[in-house]
Nanobody
């Protein structure tokens, strides 16, 4: 499966953005999808994930209550709605997919990765 992330941009602190991750190829509805981010000079970190049906989601503590992950399997798309953005949310955001049920926050569990989309939050 090929993933394409989009929706990044420049936003002021306190603002909102919605990222999209569109999948091409195999049946997307059977994949767990995760969002990760990498800030300059830092390691890539887990942000959120959603199971194949959308019934289960999980968030990093740093984004809990501000970010919401959702999916539309008919559109082969997973979204990351981000509110109350902070300068420390500035990073390249990546979506990733795994065919393994129960996949959560570990990068190594994800097989397919999209290119990053840059989010910059100004103070």
């Amino acid at each position: 499966v090929q993933l394409q992330a989009s929706g990044g941009g420049l936003v002021q602190a306190g603002g909102s953005l919605r990222l999209s991750c569109v999948a091409f190829g195999r049946t997307f509805s059977r994949y767990v999808v995760g969002w990760f981010r990498q800030a300059p000079g830092k390691e890539r970190e887990f942000v959120a994930h959603i199971n194949w049906s959308g019934s289960s989601t999980y968030y990093a503590d740093s984004v809990k209550g501000r970010f919401t992950v959702s999916r539309d399997n008919e559109e082969n798309t997973v979204y990351l709605q981000m509110h109350s953005l902070k300068p420390e949310d500035t990073a390249a955001y990546y979506c990733a997919a795994s065919a393994v049920p129960g996949t959560t926050y570990r990068e190594s569990d994800y097989t397919y990765w999209g290119q990053g989309t840059q989010v910059t939050v100004s103070s």
